[in-house]
């Protein structure tokens, strides 16, 4: 099993472009979830999704879109990226089983000039 | 306003001393995660915890429902355990339900042999 991948791991993109992030997870598991990370701050709910075909607003959506069409796949997209979007971007996978679990991807890191 | 507040922010210990991690919380939860991040930036759920006391090896989590408090131990550390510990909740409302949690800024610890 791979776990959760996401692509790419590193990007640099200007101010207005546009760009979307892939998650991607083997293990059959119906929520997923998309983070950022800043310095100095925890980690912030960005969109999630509670299986094929869904998605809901996080903590701080604004700026960002989400689409999870197939069950292993979970989209981030930047339509318009603006410095404030500098971030290492996780994403994760929930087990609902026993003991809850969230996996996690390894990051994307993003920087926005 | 911190709804999870882990202390203390940055620990430096000797190889082979007890580790202690509290984070305090101020809302209403349904359940409490520690999760490592290691200096690549990897992220592995440790502990999900209700209620009580876990442990797994040299690692030990326990939660105060009453008090709002969880600590994470460590026994015996090693210079491996260097890492930031972070600790998140799940909230007792929908968005709980949903799997999200809700993070600390994480505690950054170094073991020094």
């Known amino acids: 099993n791979a776990g959760v991948t996401q692509t790419p791991k590193f990007r640099v993109l200007k101010t207005g472009q546009s760009m979307t992030l892939l998650c991607a997870q083997d293990?059959?598991?119906?929520?997923m979830y998309w983070y950022r990370q800043d310095p100095g701050m925890g980690l912030r709910l960005i969109h999630y999704?509670?299986?094929?075909?869904?998605?809901a607003k996080g903590e701080v959506p604004d700026g960002y879109n989400v689409s999870r069409l197939k069950k292993q796949n979970f989209l981030l997209g930047l339509e318009s990226a603006a410095p404030s979007q500098t971030s290492v971007y996780f994403c994760?996978?929930?087990?609902?089983?026993?003991?809850?679990?969230?996996?996690f991807g390894p990051g994307t890191r993003l920087l926005v000039l | 306003k911190n709804e999870v507040e882990q202390s203390p922010q940055n620990l430096t210990a000797q190889e082979g001393e007890f580790i202690t991690i509290n984070c305090s919380y101020s809302?209403?939860?349904?359940?409490l995660h520690w999760l490592q991040q290691h200096p690549g930036g990897g992220i592995v759920s440790l502990f999900m915890?209700?209620?009580g006391k876990k442990k797994h090896g040299r690692l030990i989590a326990t939660i105060n429902i009453q008090e709002k408090h969880s600590s994470l131990h460590i026994t015996a550390s090693h210079p491996r355990d260097s890492a930031v510990y972070i600790c998140?909740?799940?909230?007792?409302?929908?968005?709980?339900?949903?799997?999200?949690?809700?993070f600390g800024k994480g505690t950054k610890l170094s073991v020094k042999p």
């Open positions: 998140a909740v799940r909230l007792g409302n929908y968005g709980g339900s949903q799997g999200n949690l809700i």
């Open positions: 994760a996978s929930r087990w609902t089983g026993a003991v809850e679990t969230q996996y």
């Open positions: 293990m059959n598991h119906e929520y």
């Open positions: 915890l209700s209620s």
């Open positions: 809302v209403g939860i349904s359940a």
């Open positions: 999704s509670v299986g094929e075909g869904t998605t």
